[in-house]
């Protein structure tokens, strides 16, 4: 199989013969033994590969379609997994030195989902560490490149799931989203990215970040692709107490219904200083074009959203400084051999083990969280958090959708945010909003700049309303792929 794959075709073609599962996994692991090490493009996406575990299921899946068995709806399809997600057996580093070594007894229940339903799960994808970034400049392992532009970067946390889709080193990927670490990435990629409403999918298996932002969801070429993804992803899990006990849509059906009658709500606060005039008129032409699908396009107000980005930095950092005090070298991971005490053994590992950006994080949330700055800081932020989401709920009364820029820029060069942390931070500022909020998102490819960049559209819609996004996200999508025969 040739060009842009799919999940129906590749499903198809292992139910036909006309390839197998196995030649398939092959053909990707020889584009990323080719392209992603430094003897080709040096995209570095792949931390770790689990051929034996990838071979054996496809000889699974190749087995049940010669018998002419039914085929899981993710047959034979070549998947990468973030390594903040557990998979049995393979390392799990969260891009950090802290936990190199470690390989997890057990599988992430998202990771588990892909593979009951037939996927063939390729290997372990770079990230920044701990997912703290928004360029995949904070891994442990090396930066991660764009595959549209190797002088760029692929977006963060989630760098290496958008770059591995984007490069064609698998078909579909599992990144996490924080505060924008899988719609930014895909936006900087050129790739669909969606944002689950939070416990639409378990997070069990998952290293925690911020257990009240972080979110599992699916990077693929096509919208549809998510949809299937998402079906597979989603439901219930009673390892999960903050997975959602409410019935799985059938995303995909819903592709096929029209656009038309829907309401689409275009915030002002997301088309100010600072948004690149290409990606500005990329996003008007996406309104224009679902105007033409017969959608009602209005104005809708997200009042705090100046507010979200000191909000989330608030709130990310407290969570991540209480989540990230259990690696201290005691059970798993790296161990400063060099430490004649406890308290100094804990002191050098973590030293040794943490990242700039971690140990950045850490400091500002221990600090938010301290005796005398908890209610000034912490407490108010969830104060804004809530402002934020009646924000959010407010405009869902009047809308179906709200559209707007993904990012404010099209992919930064290499090393260019690197001295200045703000800047970086400020690269997610259209994505935390939603993040706090709790809705979901998706980033869906909608054009390029001048010099070849991609850009992506986000359409977010109400809580649990994935299947109403999805289906707007398809008709950008058509609109798209019309403007690219017409040109």
Do not use: W
């Amino acid at each position: 199989m040739d060009g842009l794959m799919t999940i129906d075709a590749v499903r198809a073609a292992v139910a036909a013969g006309t390839t197998t599962a196995t030649a398939l996994a092959e053909q990707h692991y020889a584009r990323i033994a080719a392209d992603d090490g430094a003897n080709g493009k040096g995209i570095n996406s792949f931390l770790a590969l689990s051929r034996e575990r990838a071979l054996a299921q496809a000889a699974r899946v190749d087995a049940a379609a010669a018998k002419g068995e039914a085929l899981g709806p993710l047959a034979g399809v070549p998947v990468g997994i973030k390594d903040v997600l557990a998979m049995q057996g393979s390392p799990a580093t969260a891009g950090s030195l802290i936990l190199k070594g470690y390989r997890p007894p057990y599988d992430a229940t998202a990771v588990a989902k892909l593979e009951a339903a037939g996927a063939v799960l390729l290997g372990k994808l770079n990230c920044d560490e701990f997912a703290m970034g928004s360029s995949n400049e904070n891994s442990a392992y090396g930066a991660v490149k764009n595959p549209k532009a190797l002088d760029r970067v692929p977006g963060g946390s989630s760098g290496g799931s958008a770059a591995a889709v984007a490069a064609g080193f698998a078909v579909a990927t599992l990144g996490t989203d924080t505060g924008g670490s899988i719609r930014q990435p895909a936006a900087f990629c050129g790739v669909v990215g969606v944002l689950p409403t939070y416990g639409r999918v378990s997070r069990y298996g998952l290293i925690a970040f911020a257990s009240s932002l972080d979110r599992v969801g699916p990077f693929t070429n096509t919208v549809k692709d998510a949809a299937t993804l998402l079906e597979v992803l989603a439901g219930r899990d009673v390892m999960d107490e903050t997975s959602a006990d409410r019935p799985v849509d059938g995303y995909v059906a819903a592709l096929e219904n029209p656009v038309e009658g829907l309401r689409v709500g275009v915030p002002a606060e997301y088309f100010g200083e600072g948004l690149d005039p290409e990606i500005r008129a990329a996003i008007e032409r996406v309104l224009d074009g679902l105007k033409l699908a017969g959608c009602v396009v209005k104005p809708v107000s997200l009042p705090h959203t100046k507010y979200a980005i000191p909000t989330y930095y608030v709130i990310a950092t407290a969570e991540a400084s209480s989540n990230l005090s259990r690696f201290d070298g005691v059970r798993f991971g790296l161990r400063s051999e060099d430490a004649a005490t406890l308290s100094a053994m804990y002191r050098k590992t973590r030293d040794a083990g943490f990242g700039p950006e971690v140990k950045r994080r850490i400091l500002l949330g221990t600090y938010a969280l301290s005796a005398g700055y908890y209610d000034a800081y912490y407490r108010k932020a969830q104060q804004v958090r809530g402002l934020l989401t009646r924000d959010f709920l407010a405009a869902f009364g009047e809308v179906d959708v709200i559209v707007g820029p993904m990012t404010p820029t099209p992919a930064f060069k290499l090393g260019e945010k690197t001295d200045d942390p703000v800047a970086m931070y400020l690269a997610d500022i259209y994505s935390v909003a939603a993040s706090l909020a709790g809705i979901c998102g998706v980033s869906v490819p909608c054009g390029e700049t001048k010099d070849g960049l991609p850009i992506g559209v986000q359409i977010m819609a109400r809580h649990f309303d994935e299947a109403t996004m999805l289906r707007v996200g398809a008709a950008v999508e058509g609109q798209q792929a019309g403007r690219q025969v017409e040109g």
